[in-house]
């Protein structure tokens, strides 16, 4: 039989002191248990010693004393305290309280570790014990070992379920799958009654939903049931929390075998660790947005001028600095502002902008592509890294798909929200990427002022609008001519062919091809012929109706500059209007090639006028059957 006075008088434990004067040294101990936390009463039972380091009671005298007086009265029958780390000395208070119920104190000396106690007394209670005991020490070590490694959470969820004996699952602070570890001859198989999808809620609102409410401050696990027809499994459920920060949840499938006081000791362990892991985590991530995010602002604000200096920080955060890129702005809005508590809006709007950053991350990994984000106020700034780019640099529809595929994941997990993403045009090499980056705002605008539904909005597929709300400025004529014609003025100047002139006339018949080949005194299957080059050319579709409007502005673009400024953006003005009544009048876009023709003839006319001095005057009214009034003085 090993008692306290057993203990007392280890030869490998020197030092030992019994601080009580009043003390039962026969009583056996049975088991050896640490408690470091207030909650761990459920694990114990009589015949129980206890260790502790003193740091939950450490300053709470009402406590010292509660514990010593429910220890006795569980049938424990002592407790050691490692004095020298938290406490200098046994508390007056706990001696005051042992003593009066003849409850054994015992002091550790500093130089002796927890798990060497352990170790020595499981050595003791059994012919086994010492195995037993080494077996706690090695997973002791193994859990702090695991988790330097690069699948440290997998490997120390292994090495946990093959200690505990039962399957062992981690999951997020919203109950998510994120890993597990399954023991071999499980008669209820994980697989077999939970969908085991990562990042998927895999238990029923009959596990999660009746929660404690202050659940994320529980040191011990809790029993909850689990129910699948005639089959019943016990999940011992432990938070993963740090400070006032939960990171998810332990579960442990009870169905191989009941857990031991031993066992409930390596969960917390365990979820120790984890937490240590995931604080960890997250300083380290904040430190990596935060220089990230000077990357940003330096690259965005033009302060990096040379791609060597773009080049040497980019590869810090892996980016190649030569590959091409393409700017995404993610938007959110509240539609529910005024009615919430700001400071809690507010956090819970930065936790959504991180799983947000989360998503676009794992989206992109998923999918073979590398990306970089940050958040900066309501948005979200992404850089994305893509490949197989059309003629011009157009977006592919490959990499169009990815960001809708993007945009339905971001709003599943926003849908309080308003959702936006704005998508600059591509840009060859990273230190361009600031014309994205104002691309892809513009668009946002944009998109809102033709009242836009929330989604994904392209700016190439905006830049109409744009011009048209804008005037007819110098730079974005310049832009609209490269995105939509330039390929084709220069296959012409290499080639020495009339690819443009072919496309006006084409667009002048109303994309008729006979007549278009009557015009141009061609036979027809030539003109066929010269179309599809063109098509190939351009990488567009001449019988989409934006299409052609594009292409045929940008025609108009090499016709523009016979106008002067001011006349150029009155033209761009009235357009717009134009296209705004017919919008508001049938909910439906005007049709782009008639609003064509009329923008092709009036500008003609107001090149012919601009060359004589004439002033311009441009009315609009939007009621009766008129459209407009132009006045000559």
Known sequence: MYTIGSFLREEELTGLKLMTDTADLQAEITNINIIDNPDSYDWLSSGDFLLTTGYFFRDDEAMQRQLVRELSELGCVGLAI?????????????????????????????????????????????????????????LYHSITESMLEADGVFRMLGVLSDFIGNAVLLLGAKWELMAYAENAGNPMSLSQYLPLQKGEVIFPESITGNMPSDFSKYAKAIKRVFSAGQERAVCRILPVSGGNALFGYLVVWETSRKMQSVEYLALEI??????????????????????????????????????????????????????????????????????????????????????????????????????????????????LRIVHTEPDQRISEENRRFIQRLYHRLHAITQQY???????????????VRRSFTQAQEAIRVSGNLRSVAGVHFYEDLIIYQLLSSGVENEKSAELYTLSIRSLVEYDKQNATNMVETLDCYFACNCNVSETAKALFIHRNTLIYRIDKIKSILGRDLKDSEERLLLQLGLECLQLSLLAAGAAGQVGKLLFDVFQIFRDRSGQKLHLLVLLRAAQHLVFRLAELAADGSKLKFGLRGGGSGLGRLRLE
């Open 82 to 138: 490692k004095t020298r780390r938290y406490l200098d000395v046994i508390p007056e208070a706990m001696l005051e309280e042992a003593n009066r119920l003849g409850f054994p104190l015992i002091n550790i000396p500093v130089q002796y570790p927890l798990s060497k106690i352990c170790k020595v007394v499981f050595g003791r209670l059994s012919g086994g014990g010492v195995e037993k005991a080494d077996r706690f020490v090695s």
């Open 418 to 432: 308003v959702l936006n993403i704005g998508v600059g045009e591509p840009t060859a090499r990273l230190i361009n």
């Open 270 to 383: 365990a979820a120790s660790s984890l937490a240590l892991e995931r604080f960890r985590t997250r300083q380290i991530e904040e430190i990596r947005m935060h220089i990230r995010q000077d990357f940003f602002d330096d690259l965005l604000s033009g302060k990096l001028h040379s791609a060597e200096e773009v080049g040497s920080i980019a590869g810090m955060h892996n980016m190649d600095a030569e590959g091409t890129y393409l700017c995404m702005v993610t938007k959110l809005d509240s539609a529910a502002r005024g009615t919430e508590n700001y400071v809690e809006m507010q956090d819970a709007f930065l936790r959504i902008k991180d799983r947000m950053i989360a998503q676009i991350g794992e989206l992109s990994r998923e999918e073979g592509r590398s990306c970089i984000s940050i958040h900066r106020g309501s948005l979200i700034i992404t850089f």
